[in-house]
């Protein structure tokens, strides 16, 4: 079975730009999960999505937003990017909300210029 | 709010020696799951071992085993027989059991002697 993907792997941008990140689920799984990482401010928690429906939220500007479709797969947009928004961007998947695993991709690492 | 506090930011271990990640954690529920987490410089995240709060039984999977005080709010991970491909940064992290958000720690570099 393959695992959770991200692409793209890597990215840079511009101050100002908006950018749109992807994350394909392993196969069955409906939940997605979106962190940033930073090495100032470690791992934290974006967004989570179940059967298309944003189920939580974490402390982030309007800036950050996402969805998840039909098929499971979900996007983050990242708008009027700042160079603070540089950092690597992981995504989990699970089978269900409360799974006992969550699968994380590789991550696509966003630098803001 | 949940937090997750790893004191210990960088630990080293003698290949074949045992050593001893620390975790302690802050929530007001009684039920919940705790996680620790593997990322290597590929950056891919492995989960290494899992705790659920409601058990009482230490989790075990190989080498990789926890020492879990619920009441002192305490969940470190013990690896015994290291080796050169533990060296990674661990995370410990915190679930509660409705959702799947992670409440991660900072994180612990582990560095493996030969």
């Known amino acids: 079975k393959a695992g959770v993907t991200q692409t793209p792997r890597y990215l840079i941008k511009t101050r100002g730009q908006q950018v749109t990140l992807s994350c394909s689920p392993i196969s069955g799984h409906r939940s997605v999960s979106w962190y940033q990482q930073t090495p100032g401010q470690g791992l934290q928690f974006l967004f989570e999505?179940?059967?298309?429906?944003?189920?939580n939220k974490g402390n982030f500007p309007g800036r950050f937003s996402g969805r998840q479709f039909s098929n499971s797969r979900s996007e983050m947009n990242v708008s009027t990017l700042e160079l603070g928004d540089s950092a690597l961007y992981l995504c989990?998947?699970?089978?269900?909300?409360?799974?006992?695993?969550?699968?994380f991709g590789p991550g696509t690492r966003l630098t803001v210029t | 709010a949940q937090t997750v506090t790893q004191s210990q930011p960088e630990m080293s271990v003698q290949e074949a020696e045992t050593v001893t990640l620390s975790c302690t954690y802050d929530?007001?529920?009684?039920?919940?799951?705790l996680f620790w987490y593997k990322q290597p410089p590929s950056r891919q995240m492995i989960l290494v071992i899992r705790?659920?709060?409601?058990?009482?039984q230490n989790a075990t999977e190989n080498r990789f085993s926890v020492n879990f005080q619920k009441a002192a709010k305490s969940f470190s991970l013990k690896i015994s027989d290291s080796q050169l491909g533990d060296a990674a940064m661990y995370f410990c992290?915190?679930?509660?059991?409705?959702?799947?958000?992670?409440?991660f720690g900072a994180g612990t570099i582990l560095r493996v002697k030969s």
């Open positions: 992290a915190y679930r509660v059991p409705y959702g799947n958000k992670l409440v």
């Open positions: 705790q659920e709060a409601y058990k009482q």
């Open positions: 999505y179940f059967s298309e429906t944003q189920r």
């Open positions: 989990a998947s699970s089978q269900m909300l409360g799974a006992y695993e969550q699968y």
């Open positions: 929530t007001s529920e009684s039920d919940y799951y």
